[in-house]
Each structure stands twice: as structure tokens, then as C-alpha cells.
T-cell receptor, first 110, second 115 residues
Framework: QKEVEQNSGPLSVPEGAIASLNCTYS??????FFWYRQYSGKSPELIMS????GDKEDGRFTAQLNKASQYVSLLIRDSQPSDSATYLC??????????FGKGTSLLVTP | DADVTQTPRNRITKTGKRIMLECSQT?????MYWYRQDPGLGLRLIYY???????NKGEISDGYSVSRQAQAKFSLSLESAIPNQTALYFC??????????????FGPGTRLTVL
């Protein structure tokens, strides 16, 4: 079983809509959760980190964490065509390298 | 200047050649990582190092070796390159962060083609 699961997509949303990206993980002792954005051929870029249950907002981005359900999500409000990219979920625990999901491809259509 | 640099950025080589990919960082981080990325397979961890004297294998270390020459430098070697090592390679660094785990920052990547 893959430790971090993401729907590969593509997820298509119209410009201005809310994009919702989801991630589940299997290791219950995971402590930290990250969302990275990756444009084609480029390196992953950190968008959000979250460590506690609940919501964390940063501009148009909101990360949501539910440790009981082993679920983390990323909401992108007012989606723009420039948000079209692959979004990687990463999960970590102390003393180990991060575990990355395979990513969800997001396409924002004008 | 970029905090994490990788050289070369692109490399084409032939089967059987020895190749070294280099990573340098100015972030002052103790921890460094090498990943490869293939279409549809996501990021896969090759090796990681939590400090200069610490080297750990990742999920796909066969055919690769690493050297941590200093806190700021971490090199990946392919002793005898083969075509299925054609991929995009990323170096990453981290320092201990919130929650007891790390936030990783990535270099720009090296595109390696083995003919």
C-alpha cells in the first residue's frame, strides 16, 4: 500500500472556481503535512505546511488536516490559469525523509 | 542567487559511463536528499543524509552512490549508467522544522539522458 495517496487527475476547474485537492496517508504517527506545486519540468515549490488539525489559510490557499481520518486537503480559491500544475502532497514524521504522493494534475480553464 | 544549485542542469551520456551529479546549498541546512522523477511515478527517494557523517538509502538506491563532502555539498553518482536511469533528478535540503519534521526545499533539477 502506497503510504501517501492522491488522485492523479487531471482535475479540471473553470477560472474563478474553487479547486479541491485531496490526499490520504497511511502512517498514523505522521506529524507534518505539506503541499508542493510543480510546473512541468520544474522543481517542486512549497505552498503550504500544516501540523495541527483544522484549517490553515494563506492567501487563496487553504490547507485542511484531519488526523483522525488521515486526510489532508488543499483548497485553491479563485483559481487562475497560472494555478495549472501538478500538486504534490508530502507527509512526514520525525527522523524520516518525507513521503510524497504521486501528485494531482490541476487544469484551470479560462 | 539560488539557495540550492545543481550541476549540470542537463546531461546526455552513454550506457556504461560514470556520471556525477552535484548539489550545493547555501541555506545552512543539515539534511540533504536526492530524488528522481519519472512520468507517472512521482518523486522517488534515492539517498538522504541527515548530517555529514550520515548516509541512508532510499527506496531506489540500487545503481547509485552518494558522497556528502561537506554540510553544503551532496553528490550523486551513477557508476555505470543505464538507459532506465534516464530521468529528472532533484536535490533537496531541509532543516528541522515545526512538529519535529522537515520542510524540504528543492534545487532546479538535472535532466539526465542515458543513450
Amino acid at each position: 500500500q502506497k503510504e501517501v495517496e492522491q488522485n492523479s487527475g487531471p482535475l479540471s476547474v473553470p477560472e474563478g472556481a474553487i479547486a479541491s485537492l485531496n490526499c490520504t496517508y497511511s502512517d498514523r504517527v505522521s506529524q507534518s503535512f505539506f503541499w508542493y506545486r510543480q510546473y512541468s519540468g520544474k522543481s517542486p515549490e512549497l505552498i503550504m505546511s500544516i501540523y495541527s488539525n483544522g484549517d490553515k489559510e494563506d492567501g487563496r490557499f487553504t490547507a485542511q488536516l484531519n488526523k483522525a481520518s488521515q486526510y489532508v486537503s488543499l483548497l485553491i480559491r479563485d483559481s487562475q490559469p497560472s494555478d495549472s500544475a501538478t500538486y504534490l502532497c508530502a507527509v512526514g514524521k520525525s527522523g524520516y525523509a518525507l513521503n510524497f504522493g504521486k501528485g494531482t494534475s490541476l487544469l484551470v480553464t479560462p | 542567487d539560488a539557495d540550492v544549485t545543481q550541476t549540470p542542469r542537463n546531461r546526455i551520456t552513454k550506457t556504461g559511463k560514470r556520471i556525477m551529479l552535484e548539489c550545493s546549498q547555501t541555506k545552512g541546512h543539515d539534511r540533504m536528499y536526492w530524488y528522481r522523477q519519472d512520468p507517472g511515478l512521482g518523486l522517488r527517494l534515492i539517498y538522504y543524509s541527515f548530517d555529514v557523517k550520515d548516509i541512508n538509502k532510499g527506496e531506489i538506491s540500487d545503481g547509485y552512490s552518494v558522497s556528502r563532502q561537506a554540510q553544503a555539498k551532496f553528490s550523486l553518482s551513477l557508476e555505470s549508467a543505464i538507459p532506465n536511469q534516464t530521468a529528472l533528478y532533484f536535490c533537496a535540503t531541509s532543516a528541522l522544522g515545526g512538529g519535529g519534521t522537515d520542510t524540504q526545499y528543492f534545487g532546479p533539477g538535472t535532466r539526465l539522458t542515458v543513450l
